[in-house]
């Protein structure tokens, strides 16, 4: 089975930290994504990564950046946290296209 | 471009009732379809696919088939559990690399 992992469940930062959200695959895959979950607007998806150092804004990049130094690891960076970025953060891998996305367990993160 | 339209929710059933989670799609060609489930807390899981017309996906007694014919992928279980109560997203995939979600179902089973 696919094991995507996520590095906390839990985080909580203070407005204007500099906030690391680690992601970890096992699988392979090529692509990576991240995703914010918020109550009432689904799943929003802000950067994914179809190969090492490679990159595409998504709906939302606004606030976010994201670093892939390595196939298996996809990192998401806030900036400067605001208190607006406080939601559940999904992390998910997929091999090519046409596959199922393999989703890591989320990290909720407060921002205060 | 592709999309998924969702049934709204909350869905509230009594414990062994009849669910359907209507769910359409517009794409070209032919993607593959997707039913995601995720419980309180947690990231979401993979309940069943289906990757071309007339396929039927399967798993933990819920089904959905592949309809091209009227682009749909509705969701069903003939007898839910209170374990069932989740929220369930219908996916698709097409020949680039994003997923494109539909806006969850919220499902609430009581005994």
């Known amino acids: 089975d696919v094991k995507v992992t996520q590095s906390s469940r839990y985080l909580v930062k203070r407005t204007g930290e500099k906030v690391f959200l680690e992601c970890v695959q096992d699988?392979?895959?090529?692509?990576m994504f991240w995703y914010r979950q918020d109550p009432g607007l689904g799943l929003r998806l802000i950067y994914f990564?179809?190969?090492?150092?490679?990159?595409e804004k998504g709906d939302i990049p606004e606030g976010y950046s994201v670093s892939r130094e390595k196939k298996e690891r996809f990192s998401l960076i806030l900036e400067s946290a605001s208190t607006n970025q406080t939601s559940m953060y999904l992390c998910?891998?997929?091999?090519?296209?046409?596959?199922?996305?393999?989703f890591g367990d989320g990290t909720r993160l407060s921002i205060l | 471009g592709d999309s998924v339209t969702q049934m709204e929710g909350p869905v509230t059933l009594s414990e062994e009732a009849f669910l359907t989670i209507n769910c359409t799609y517009t794409a070209t060609g032919y993607p593959s379809l997707f039913w995601y489930v995720q419980y309180p807390g947690e990231g979401l899981q993979l309940l069943l696919k289906?990757?071309?017309?007339?396929d039927k996906g399967s798993n933990k007694g819920f089904e959905a088939t592949y309809r091209k014919e009227t682009t749909s992928f509705h969701l069903e279980k003939g007898s839910v559990q209170v374990s069932d109560s989740a929220v369930y997203f219908c996916?698709?995939?097409?020949?680039?690399?994003?997923?494109?979600f539909g806006t969850g179902t919220s499902l609430t089973v009581i005994p």
């Open positions: 998910a891998s997929m091999d090519r296209p046409r596959q199922p996305q393999h």
């Open positions: 289906a990757t071309k017309a007339d």
């Open positions: 699988m392979d895959h090529e692509n």
């Open positions: 996916a698709l995939s097409n020949t680039g690399n994003q997923f494109y």
């Open positions: 990564s179809y190969d090492v150092k490679m990159k």
